[in-house]
Nanobody, 122 residues
Framework: QVQLVESGGGLVQAGGSLRLSCAAS???????VGWFRQAPGKEREFVAAISWSGGATYYADSVKGGFTISRANAKKTVYLEMNSLKPEDTAVYYC????????????????WGQGTQVTVSP
């Protein structure tokens, strides 16, 4: 079993940047690592994903060009660099790992972290 811990969230002004980290303990990540987010009153949505071995990346259209997902294999850590943040990016951000058939589908991930709050002020 793998345990995931997110960190790096916080309060930032619009246009600012944050870098989220997702660290694995126990076993290493599964085939893919994904970032999802959930705003109050909304469904949890896909943000980005990366192949742990090959490094292929996937992004939601809403974050393309502003967010970058990367990995540090030796540290068993995945990062989400978020630039040009907007108030609509405010949410709890979760990382997850698994071997999803559909990379963008939250139901296909097996292990989840506890989430980290990102708040973007106008």
């Amino acid at each position: 079993q793998v345990q995931l811990v997110e960190s790096g969230g916080g309060l930032v002004q619009a246009g600012g940047s944050l870098r989220l980290s997702c660290a694995a303990s126990g076993r290493t990540f599964s085939r893919y690592v994904g970032w999802f987010r959930q705003a109050p009153g909304k469904e949890r949505e896909f943000v980005a994903a990366i192949s742990w071995s090959g490094g292929a990346t996937y992004y939601a259209d809403s974050v393309k060009g502003g967010f970058t997902i990367s990995r540090a294999n030796a540290k068993k850590t995945v990062y989400l660099e978020m630039n040009s943040l907007k108030p609509e990016d405010t949410a709890v951000y979760y990382c997850a790992t698994g071997s999803p058939v559909v990379v963008t589908s939250r139901g296909h991930y097996d292990y989840w972290g506890q989430g980290t709050q990102v708040t973007v002020s106008p």
